[in-house]
């Protein structure tokens, strides 16, 4: 279709999809998608869209403002937009770009956890994969009896890359591997907020940063989690009672782990262990 937006070269294509009602309640979806070739004088603004957006700079720049903060995206990085805040973003000169608007019923909480991490642009040594991905989620969406499972697992793959980003990954190595390894050596021991601290010299206020920005919840639940998980291992795979299992995994009492894992997982370590696997 002929783009009418100011800045769009002709060899620009745009297309639209209509998404089944169970691709918009169970998958991710892209209702909108194209591949732009721009010049400077490209720039949208919107007060809102429902809709998230996701690129890929080919090559050119892209500069991106959302809530007054501002970011420039280049060759082979990804841009993500959540489209509900006002939003522009413009060409500083030749740009070409692939893009898809998408949804679906877990988009507003991954949205908001990989922008809270990473901010809007990502950047990926080996990111110029994501090029085919992105190529093969427009070529199913342009297809007639494109296959909506597809496209959601192709959206996902981008999705699951940004947030495993290596720039991530090593800048949790960095800060918290000390305390990750003192829990897995230790977690049958008294562990507190200030040993972990100074292990990796930081203060248990940043630490506690840290933890909710590289693992999504707190040193002591992260603690919680790593010692539960040991605790499964034992009540299937060992004789050992669950006063035990609660002594060797690090619990106060056997009442005590017994409470953490029925909060865990809804049922008491006896039950679990009764479970066939």
């Known amino acids: 279709m002929k783009i009418v937006d100011k800045g769009v070269l002709d060899a620009s294509f745009m297309d639209f999809s209509t998404p089944s009602e169970f691709a918009r309640s169970a998958l991710y979806y892209c ?9 400077q004088g490209y720039d949208i603004q919107r007060e809102y869209l429902e809709l998230y957006l996701l690129m890929y700079i080919c090559s050119g720049t892209m500069t991106i403002e959302v809530n007054g903060k501002s970011v420039t995206a280049g060759s082979n990085q990804i841009v993500l937009i959540d489209c509900y805040q006002k939003h522009r973003y413009y060409c500083n000169g030749d740009t070409e770009f692939l893009w898809f608007h998408f949804n679906g019923s877990s988009c507003a909480s991954y949205v908001k956890y990989l922008i809270n991490q990473n901010g809007m642009v990502y ?28 496209i959601s697992l192709y959206v996902n793959q981008i999705l699951c890359r940004m947030a495993d980003s290596k720039q991530q990954v090593s800048a949790m190595n960095d800060l918290l591997l000390p305390a990750l390894e003192h829990i897995r050596t230790k977690y049958t021991h008294p562990i507190s907020l200030d040993d972990l601290a100074d292990l990796c010299s930081i203060s248990k206020p940043h630490l506690i940063r840290c933890f909710k920005k590289y693992l999504n919840c707190t040193p002591h639940e992260y603690l919680l989690s790593y010692r539960l998980k040991q605790s499964k291992q034992m009540l299937i795979g060992s004789q050992n009672t669950v006063e035990q299992i ?32």
Do not use: M
Not at 123 to 150: C, Y
């Open 31 to 39: 209702p909108q998608f194209g591949h732009f070739y721009c010049k």
């Open 123 to 150: 950047v990926g040594e080996d990111f110029w994969r994501l090029k085919q991905v992105f190529l093969r989620i427009i070529s199913e969406a342009q297809s007639n009896v494109g296959n909506e499972h597809r």
């Open 246 to 277: 609660a002594e060797l995994c690090g619990f106060n009492s056997a009442s005590h782990f017994t409470r953490a894992f029925r909060g865990a997982t809804g049922i008491t370590p006896s039950e679990f262990r009764r479970l066939q696997f």
